[in-house]
Antibody, heavy 126, light 110 residues
Framework: QLQLQESGPGLVKPWGTLSLTCTVS??????????WGWIRQPPGKGLEWIGS???????YYNPSLKSRVTISVDTSKKQFSLELSSVTAADTAVYYC??????????????????WGQGTLVTVSS | QSALTQPPSASGSPGQSVTISCTGT?????????VSWYQQYPGKAPKLMIY???KRPSGVPDRFSGSKSGNTASLTVSGLQAEDEADYYC??????????FGTGTKVTVL
């Protein structure tokens, strides 16, 4: 079955760039019905959508983070990546990658994150 | 966009029902039938429980049901069980290819 796994540094210095990668296994990343998204959760707080990418490279970003976020995809490696620049302590969070249903299809849940990675904690600190 | 409003906590005894509300605006919850609900245990990733307001993914017990009226969506857990004790988050499509999540509700089984 489809699995997603986040990877990347757990510690980033203030004003640096946070970089994470999500590897998709057990299924295709090049499916026409799905985008691939990033969601974060600060310790003890709620979820926040960061942005999503299509296998073609098309992206959508949360307007509140858009100026600092870049999400890209590498279909040959079945990976998609997140870069968040100029980070501060407020960006400390567990970062999740997830499958984002966008287009109608057989058993596709629309505008929903139906498969999630386990999450990875990124701490912003000097 | 602002986070959707959920009550911080809800509780019920085993076998009872508990309903969690998720209040947004006409630009998100009220404007689209794309409300989802997620269950999250401490230290774990969220799990999809309800999508498109009322639909259940395969494997989710039918004790979980969703509904919507105006700008408020609801998740009802019937026949509450100890394993239902968790945090629950709603989310909604918010137009222009954006999403917004709820503030989260901690459900306690008494």
């Amino acid at each position: 079955q489809l699995q997603l796994q986040e990877s990347g540094p757990g510690l980033v210095k203030p004003w640096g760039t946070l970089s994470l990668t999500c590897t998709v296994s057990g299924g295709s990343i090049s499916t026409t019905s799905y985008y691939w998204g990033w969601i974060r959760q600060p310790p003890g707080k709620g979820l926040e959508w960061i942005g999503s990418v299509y296998y073609s490279g098309s992206t959508y970003y949360n307007p509140s983070l858009k100026s600092r976020v870049t999400i890209s995809v590498d279909t040959s490696k079945k990976q998609f990546s997140l870069e968040l620049s100029s980070v501060t302590a407020a960006d400390t969070a567990v970062y999740y990658c997830a499958r984002d249903g966008r287009y109608s299809g057989y058993q596709v849940a629309i505008y929903t994150f139906d498969k999630w990675g386990q999450g990875t904690l990124v701490t912003v600190s000097s | 966009q602002s986070a959707l409003t959920q009550p911080p906590s809800a509780s019920g005894s085993p076998g009872q029902s508990v309903t969690i509300s998720c209040t947004g605006t006409s630009s998100d919850v009220g404007g689209y039938n794309y409300v989802s609900w997620y269950q999250q245990y401490p230290g774990k990733a969220p799990k999809l429980m309800i999508y498109e307001v009322i639909k259940r993914p395969s494997g989710v017990p039918d004790r979980f049901s969703g509904s919507k009226s105006g700008n408020t969506a609801s998740l009802t857990v019937s026949g509450l069980q100890a394993e239902d004790e968790a945090d629950y988050y709603c989310s909604s499509y918010a137009g222009s290819n954006n999403y917004v999540f709820g503030t989260g509700t901690k459900v306690t089984v008494l």
